[in-house]
């Protein structure tokens, strides 16, 4: 039997590359909102949201019902919106479970103290691999898919995969690995899985930067990455794409807002805790990176 099809709205954040979804299941108009993008100036310190008011809006205008909002991971280069919309549309928010160990990680780097949680409590549900759920009467599943970070996580809605920071488009190649807690070979195993999908998946990828200028794409399928993936093309093996990545790696700079933005990840989207001025305050590391 054929898996059912979702209808599937990307909305691109320029600054960042980062593109959040939107996932319908046309029969009964339930969705669920994945990587939700709540943006950051970090010239003036600001928080707005013009990209979940773009995609807000898409769903007011198409009268859907969210059924949930789903991290694939902690990001690294944008404040995640999952608490804003989880507040907006009282739809449960959710994560794999792994994220707990992220957040014992950045813990470390931080030197938060015990008074910051290392439990998941900030998300309603901790998905593990394996783990069914609906988006109207769509069936979705986890897959574990780490590498890029300890937490990462795909969501595999009928024919639709969500897979984060593992493949980018073809002409991009595949996501680094070198941020706390990543690791190149475990990547390597994690795209091997997706790739293990049937051919006419459609992956749907967590960044785009636009290579040579083109217009921003989010879209390709199982068969497509095969085939043209530059990075698993060029490095065919296990071992060679290793070496690849972890040379890559070391020629890139940290991602602008990530020491930013895990602090505020790690904590589903919630700010720190405001202080007697009534005002929430970022903590950056020195000297750590």
């Not at 979940?52 to 019902?65: C, E, K, N, Q």
């Not at 991290?71 to 959710?94: I, K, M, N, Q, W």
Request: with cysteine; hydrophobic share 40%.
């Amino acid at each position: 039997m054929a898996k059912a099809s979702p209808e599937v709205a990307g909305f691109h954040d320029d600054k960042t590359g980062s593109v959040q979804y939107v996932v319908i299941d046309p029969t009964t108009a339930r969705c669920a909102i994945i990587d939700p993008v709540w943006n950051y100036d970090e010239a003036s310190a600001r928080t707005s949201t013009e990209s979940v008011d773009a995609m807000t809006a898409f769903i007011a205008a198409r009268g859907l019902t969210v059924d949930w909002i789903l991290d694939t991971h902690p990001h690294a280069d944008h404040f995640s919106a999952g608490v804003l919309l989880g507040e907006r549309y009282g739809a449960p928010r959710a994560i794999g479970e792994k994220v707990v160990e992220v957040q014992k990680l950045w813990q470390t780097i931080y030197n938060f103290g015990a008074g910051y949680a290392t439990d998941g409590r900030q998300w309603d549900r901790l998905f593990a691999d394996g783990d069914a759920f609906n988006v109207g009467a769509l069936e979705g599943r986890v897959m574990f898919s780490p590498g890029h970070t300890l937490a990462s996580i795909t969501y595999v809605i009928g024919d639709a995969a969500f897979v984060h920071d593992t493949l980018f488009m073809p002409d991009s190649g595949t996501a680094r690995a070198d941020f706390p807690g990543g690791d190149a070979r475990t990547l390597y195993r994690s795209i091997q899985r997706i790739l293990e999908l049937p051919d006419a998946t459609r992956l749907f990828v967590g960044h785009d930067y636009r290579p040579g200028g083109r217009e921003a794409r989010w879209e390709s399928t199982v068969a497509e990455q095969r085939a043209r993936n530059n990075h698993l093309r060029d490095a065919p093996d296990e071992d060679a794409y290793v070496a690849m990545r972890e040379a890559r790696d070391a020629t890139l700079p940290l991602p602008a807002l990530m020491l930013a933005a895990l602090q505020v990840n790690t904590r589903g989207g919630h700010l720190p805790e405001p202080e007697d001025d009534g005002h929430s305050y970022l903590k950056i590391p020195l000297n750590r990176f």
